[in-house]
């Protein structure tokens, strides 16, 4: 069977293969979470299930994950609702970003940011719990989980002492609404691979889309391609590459 050199920076996959790998990432993880079957059909116009173990791992990036899941992450990944601007930072995971059509069709960045305004989730005690409990030992994921629950109070408080946690608190300022004042403090950082997404993202979300797709493209060369921030990068510069 030929190889197809859709990976290659300089040839992008079709929206197709990029939606298809997304569906399908970290397929290798699923039966070792949840023992259920290697193959696992999935529907596009439906949605599709989150690999909880995926999920978790591209949620520690930077980090080795806990061999355990938190309490109720599981219930957390499945029953998230749609995120469209999602920072690459500790806590969050990539398959958050489910629903491709707004991004692919009319395509509002105004739209799709975050505006702040959103309440807390209600419930999610055990996670709650999860993260009183492991902040002072790993703040960085604590603190993206409740930005995740909504938590923006408690995600502060266990950044405020942790030396260089600038792209977490500046994804801390994009998922409360000041995505302007975010950007520039990505624009402040020095060049990794988590800067270099959020500067191309919050570029794109916030309609600088033909300035987006250089640091998206410098992104998606510098994450490892087993990453589901790697697919997300370049599904945001296929974006870009649409809209520009």
Known sequence: MTRSNANTPSNQPSIESLMMRFLANRSDASAVESGESEVEPHEVAAGFRVDTRAAWIDANYAGAPAAQLPPEWATLVGQ????????????????????????????????????????????????????????????LVASGLARTLGDFDTAETLLANVSG????????????????????????LPDAPAV????????????????????????????????????????YLAVAEIHG
């Open 196 to 235: 270099l997404f959020n500067r191309g993202m919050g570029r794109l979300f916030l309609g600088r889309i033909v300035e987006a797709r250089a640091s998206l493209q410098k992104a998606v060369d510098a994450i490892p391609e087993a990453s589901g921030w790697h697919t997300l990068a370049r599904l």
């Open 80 to 139: 998230q609702s749609s995120a469209f601007a999602l920072p690459m930072a500790a806590g969050h995971f990539p398959q958050r970003v489910k629903d491709l059509q707004p991004l692919l069709t009319k395509f509002n960045p105004a739209e799709l940011r975050p505006t702040g305004t959103q309440g807390a989730l209600p419930a999610f005690a055990g996670l709650r719990a999860w993260i009183a409990k492991n902040g002072s030992a790993n703040p």
């Open 165 to 188: 946690a600038k792209n977490e608190k500046a994804a801390l300022r994009w998922q409360r609404g000041e995505c302007a004042e975010a950007l520039a403090a990505w624009d402040a």
